[in-house]
C-alpha cells in the first residue's frame, strides 16, 4: 500500500465514530444512590453528556428530584432512621418535613456496587443545577438535563395539574436560564402539551414503556424532538423511520454491552444508562467516542 493511502487508512482507523450520547440515569443508579445529589456528581465526574433524572412537587409547589410520587422504604429511612411507613406521598409533605429523611443511607439491593451515602436528602431541582453550576468537572460545562415530568391520571392527588407542573418547572428553568440545556420528557403527554404551550422552542421527548402502532406519526404530533422508547422495544426499522423525520431516538435504560451493541448497531442517537463510566468506556473501545 502507497504510504499516502496507508496513513489516510491509519487516520480513518482512529477517527472517532458519531458521538452517541450518554446519559446517566437518576444519575448513576448503579453506584450513587439514585436521583441525589452524589449521583450526579458522580455522573459528572465520569463525563455524561446529560443528566437523567425524575422531579416530583411537594405540598408547598416546590420541585424536587425523586422516581415515586411516594417515599420508597427501600431507599430512605425516616428521621431517626426510623422506617418510612408505606404509600407516604411526597405531595403530603412541605419541603422542610420531606428533607428530614435521608435517601440515600440504603443500599439499592439491585445494584451491588452502589455505594451508600448518609445522611443524603432528596435534592430540589434548583440545588441540581447548582451542583452543576459550582462544578469543577469539565463536564458541567456542557452538560444537558433531561427531566421526566412524573404524572399519574388516575391519580391527580398525588401531583400538581400539568398545567401547573409545567408552569413550575418551565419557570425555573427559564429563571436559571438553563432551558436551552433541558429535554423534558414524559410518560404522560399531557405534560409535554402543556411545556409546550409554555416554551414553544422546548425540546421535548416521548417516553414509551412498549410498541407503538405509529412513533412517527406521534411524534410529529406531539412536537417531540426525540422519542425514548425501553431500549429492548426499539427496531432498526423504527430508527430510520423516526431519523428520516428529524426525529431523535434516545433508549433507555441499557446497563450491558449486548444491550449496549445492538442499540449502537441499530443507529441510536444516545443511550441511557445507570451505568454513565462504563458505558463511556465500552463507546471508546468502539471508536465511537473520543479518549479525550
Known sequence: MPAALLAMALLTAARPGPRIEVQGHRGARALRPENTLPAFEYALSVGADMLELDVVVTKDDQVVVMHDPYLNPVLCTGPDGAPVPEGLAVRSLTLEALQRYDCGALKNPRFPRQVPVPGTRVPT??????????????????????IELKLEPAHPEL?????RFAELVVGLLGRRGVLNRVVIQSFDYR??????????????????????PNPVAIAKDLGAAIISPHHEWITKEAVRALHAEGVRVVPWTANDEAAWARLVDLGVDGIITDDPAALIAYLQGRKLRSTQ
Open 125 to 146: 431541582l434548583e440545588a441540581v443545577l447548582d451542583l452543576v453550576k459550582a462544578s469543577p468537572h469539565p463536564a458541567a460545562k456542557k452538560v444537558g438535563f433531561n
Open 159 to 163: 401531583f400538581p395539574t400539568p398545567e
Open 191 to 212: 405534560a409535554l402539551v402543556a411545556v409546550k404551550a409554555l416554551a414553544p422552542k422546548a425540546r421535548l421527548a416521548m417516553l414509551i414503556s412498549d410498541t407503538f
